[in-house]
């Protein structure tokens, strides 16, 4: 299938094709059409790199790490721990200690709740939210309220999908102890001001987490840049393997927790009676990790640092207006969160239509987005509404993506409009 020629910005045309080319899952039909995936805020596309690397190590390095002896084993090794260094560097730290293997997002939001907060708060003490998390920011703090007694804040949103810095001021004081916030909203799109609210929370002495998992694949990150103590993301959403997500913790902070999970590769010496705890990271790695998946993702890091992070950000950014100007003109759509600084996440009701309806239709147009509340339905039902439609983009969408996505609304309306 020839790739569709880009018009939106000069040094486009040749780049975005190149892209295009290297995601062999684009390249399908879906129910008779051409697929058009605009859903890669659920999970990212993979490209060719990717799928080599991962299949690589099986063919070739299959073999469990860090105990082994033999050649095997130690390539496994080699292979992790080089991807570890690759990632770290990706987001900013040079420091291997400081970057911890986890599942995903999930799990290290999960990991610094029990390691870091569970043993430290209580009665009297404040954790500090926006009113946007994804899910996955917001139930660990519940438990951690509900086990120690301290107290959940929320920082109100704006019916534009913002949070203002004042708001968050009003939410934090020298109770608060953890800020955990995202860096970009997965249902709106928005891009919070995380720098300056580390610099607020640090100024009271709390700690900041930030979710990274709708940031990495759509701007450059830099952990020392904002600051932050926690940083956390999702291998699958920077077109990495599934099931590979990494913790960023300053490493004063992961040397003083406690394992979040026990077993093999944590320890140094284990007898019934005692067990001494590993150097870090591996102190927080228990069990066997996703060996191929961090090879995987250190591939995918490759390719999103060969097109460069600027390029795709300045891509999206462009298409973003492109589909706003596009979509605005359709009469009975109404965007949900429109904030001025956001990436290309466009969530949006249709006037008499429930969003899975939309989300069916234009399935059957080969059109794969979003509908529901996005695992965020807090900040779903602050917009007023029970669900959205949401397209979000990825490197290798284009305008024809968009084009086919507006006159799929139009099917949409007119067969229930
Ligand atoms: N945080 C945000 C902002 C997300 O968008 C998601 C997933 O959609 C998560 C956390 C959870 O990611 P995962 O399911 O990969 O652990």
Not at 86 to 109: M, N, P, S, W
Not at 110 to 121: G, K, T
Request: with cysteine; charged share 20%.
């Amino acid at each position: 299938m020839t790739a569709p020629v880009s018009i939106l910005h000069e040094d486009n045309t040749g780049t975005h094709a190149r892209i295009r080319n290297d995601f062999p899952a684009l390249h399908q039909r879906v129910n008779g059409k051409r697929l058009v995936y605009l859903d890669s805020a659920a999970t990212a596309f993979k490209p060719r790199c990717v799928i080599e690397a991962v299949r690589d190590v099986w063919e070739r390095d299959c073999a469990n790490i860090h105990r082994g002896v033999h050649t095997l084993s130690q390539r496994a090794t080699q292979r992790y721990e080089d991807a570890r260094v690759k990632i770290g560097r990706f987001i900013g730290t040079d420091d291997r200690r400081e970057l911890v293997f986890v599942r995903g997002a999930t799990e290290a939001i999960n990991l610094v709740a029990h390691s870091y907060a569970l043993p430290r708060l209580g009665l009297g003490d404040e954790i500090v939210i926006t009113g946007l998390e994804h899910h996955a920011n917001i139930v660990p703090w519940q438990v951690v309220r509900d086990r120690t007694g301290a107290t959940l804040k929320v920082v109100p949103v704006s019916i534009s999908g913002e949070v203002a810095l004042s708001a968050v001021e009003q939410q934090l004081s020298s109770k608060t102890k953890i800020v955990a916030l995202a860096h970009v909203s997965n249902a709106l799109g928005t891009i919070l001001r995380v720098k300056e609210i580390v610099n607020r929370a640090h100024a009271l002495g709390a700690v900041v987490l930030v979710d990274g998992a709708q940031a990495v694949p759509h701007l450059p990150v830099n952990v020392m840049d904002l600051g932050c103590d926690f940083y956390v993301f999702s291998g699958h959403k920077l077109y990495g393997p599934d099931g590979t997500g990494v913790l960023f913790a300053r490493r004063e902070l992961l040397e003083s927790m406690v394992p979040y999970q026990t077993g093999g590769d944590m320890i140094l010496s284990v007898t019934f009676e005692k067990t001494l705890y590993n150097e870090l990271p591996a102190r927080f790695e228990a069990g066997t990790p996703n060996i191929s998946g961090a090879v995987g993702l250190a591939a995918a890091i490759d390719f999103i640092s060969d097109v460069g992070l600027e390029w795709i950000f300045r891509h999206e950014q462009l298409l973003l207006k492109f589909a706003q100007e596009k979509l605005s003109k359709i009469e009975g759509l109404r965007f949900i969160g429109t904030a001025s600084d956001k990436v290309g996440v466009i969530s949006f009701v249709l006037e008499g239509v429930h969003a899975h309806d939309i989300g069916t239709i234009l399935d059957a147009e080969g059109i794969a987005i979003r509908t529901g509340h996005h695992c965020a339905q807090p900040v779903v039902e602050r917009m007023g509404v029970a669900a959205t439609a949401r397209a979000s983009l990825g490197m290798y969408n284009d305008e024809s993506d968009i084009v086919a996505l507006a006159e799929g609304i139009q099917r949409v309306k007119q067969m229930l409009g």
